[in-house]
């Protein structure tokens, strides 16, 4: 927490910080609706040998991504912003 204040202050959410956000609370990141699922695609392709092989396969596949396909990241989340702020923060169905 210590970092996150020096690093970003008063702009981190999460327990403990300014901005309070409860544990297993449903959100809009990109990281939720995206970049997992995205990077367990890639690294589970064929299934790793070793914890090392598991390691490589995660280091490419965080480094593959392009500078398109972050684009279109962040042309979803916008959407997603907008969808929620359609119906008022109230849940709505997967776009």
């Not at 927490?1 to 202050?9: Q, V």
């Not at 809009?28 to 995206?34: E, G, Y």
């Not at 965080?62 to 990241?73: H, I, Q």
Request: aromatic share 10%; charged share 30%; proline share 7%.
């Amino acid at each position: 927490r210590n970092i996150l204040n020096e690093s970003f202050p008063d702009r981190w959410i999460g327990r403990g910080g300014r901005i309070s956000w409860p544990a297993r609370s449903p959100d809009l990141t990109p990281l939720d609706f995206f970049l997992w699922g995205h990077l367990k695609n890639e690294v589970y392709r064929d299934i790793p040998t070793t914890p090392e092989d598991m390691r490589e396969r995660i280091q490419r596949a965080c480094t593959a991504s392009t500078p398109e396909s972050l684009k279109n990241v962040k042309q979803s989340f916008i959407h997603r912003i907008r969808k929620c702020m359609e119906v008022n923060g109230d849940h709505f169905e997967h776009l």
